[in-house]
């Protein structure tokens, strides 16, 4: 507290991130990340880029990122999008930033599902966005039927996180047909996992803004590259917002790097396949050991142990040298959400449980 905030920064409670630990050796298995490293194009065209020394980092880059548009277009050319339908920003929590800016700020309460991504509460305090939750079933499932009622706004992740539960697309489709009078953001930044995206369905709904990131399935978290796929409308919001705020969101490397990233398709593939093998195995290697393991068509699973304390579990795995996520919030304190890793780091999460699970620790 200080007599030298604005009245704003006393009311806000910041998001806070899983830890970026500084410690070598560890088994990250606490923010998401993609256990692979990025398509080694990514790194070629970053070289590329720096090797251009008379420009590359003494010119501003492409304030509209032109080029990266028209690679995010270009691969969804099947639903008929085109450059002027996309939004890109420093990471999706920027593009999810201004969306809540531009198109969620009205005057009735926006809707989001009790757990979900807990950036949105947050950014609801930022822009003073009156917000109402609404709860997932006992399955911990997202019920679209309970989103009609009167919103100013409706946004949901799908898969949402940290469940990794999937919508399908008919149910994705019904919402939008009964509601067409407010935006619908989906947040699909673990859709390459499991799931089929809504960005098909954009040409037919003007109110619906899909957000996606790099940062997941193509293994760029530390480039921070995000883009949101929309009608036109909802589009130049966006930049109206983003030209109020920072001209030059991306730099040449995310430019070019993200667009080298676009481009590796088999990297893409193969990557997202292992992926989602690992996933599997996980699910089976945890559900042996006695966890209940929720569904997942994302790069993460959340489960809980029906005699073992949770925030319990992940101090001991902790100091086996794994980090693993726990959230200590209503209905979600007894799970954890584990990132999906490569098989060697997997295989090292489920040994470290084995042998704490062996252990007497006190019950729930
Ligand atoms: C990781 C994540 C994001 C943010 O991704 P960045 O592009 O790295 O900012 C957004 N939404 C959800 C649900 C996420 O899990």
């Excluded at 030298?4 to 050796?25: D, F, I, N």
């Excluded at 193509?218 to 130049?236: D, K």
């Excluded at 006695?290 to 790069?299: D, R």
Aim: aromatic content about 8%; glycine content about 6%; hydrophobic content about 40%.
């Amino acid at each position: 507290m200080s007599r030298y905030w604005s009245p704003l920064v006393h009311r806000l409670t910041p998001y806070v991130p899983g830890e970026q630990p500084k410690l070598p050796r560890l088994i990250k298995l606490n923010t998401n990340e993609n256990p692979f490293p990025p398509s080694p194009r990514v790194v070629a065209a970053i070289s590329d880029e720096l090797a251009n020394s008379a420009e590359a980092l003494r010119l501003y880059p492409d304030p509209n990122a032109d080029r990266l548009k028209e690679a995010i277009a270009a691969r969804y050319a099947t639903a008929g999008i085109s450059g002027r339908q996309v939004f890109v920003g420093n990471g999706s929590d920027e593009v999810l930033a201004h969306t809540f800016a531009a198109l969620l700020n009205h005057l009735s309460p926006i809707l989001f599902p009790d757990i979900t991504y807990s950036f949105y509460p947050v950014y609801c305090a930022l822009y003073d966005i009156d917000y109402r939750t609404v709860p997932l079933n006992e399955q911990f499932e997202i019920c679209l039927d309970d989103y009609r009622q009167p919103n100013g706004g409706i946004i949901f992740a799908n898969p949402n996180a940290p469940t990794g539960g999937l919508l399908s697309l008919p149910a994705i489709e019904n919402l939008l047909a009964a509601w067409q009078d407010s935006v619908v953001v989906i947040d699909e930044a673990y859709i390459d996992f499991g799931g089929e995206s809504a960005i098909p369905l954009v040409n037919r709904f003007p109110n619906l803004l899909v957000v996606h990131t790099l940062s997941k399935s193509r293994s760029l978290a530390g480039l921070r590259v995000g883009y949101a796929v929309g009608n036109e409308e909802l589009i130049e919001a966006l930049e109206r917002v983003k030209n109020s705020f920072n001209s030059y969101p991306l730099d040449r490397l995310a430019l070019v790097g993200a667009i080298a990233a676009l481009a590796d398709e088999r990297h893409f593939e193969k990557t997202r396949r292992a992926v989602i093998d690992s996933r599997e195995q996980l699910r089976q290697d945890l559900l042996a050991l006695g966890f209940e393991v929720l569904p997942s068509a994302a790069n993460f699973i959340f489960v809980r142990h029906p005699r073992h304390d949770a925030c319990e579990i992940s101090v001991l795995l902790r100091q086996q040298g794994i980090i693993v996520r726990h959230f200590k919030l209503p209905r979600i304190e007894q799970f954890l959400r584990i990132t999906i890793g490569t098989t060697a780091e997997c295989q090292g999460l489920v040994a470290a449980l084995s042998e704490i699970l062996g252990q007497s620790l006190s019950p729930q």
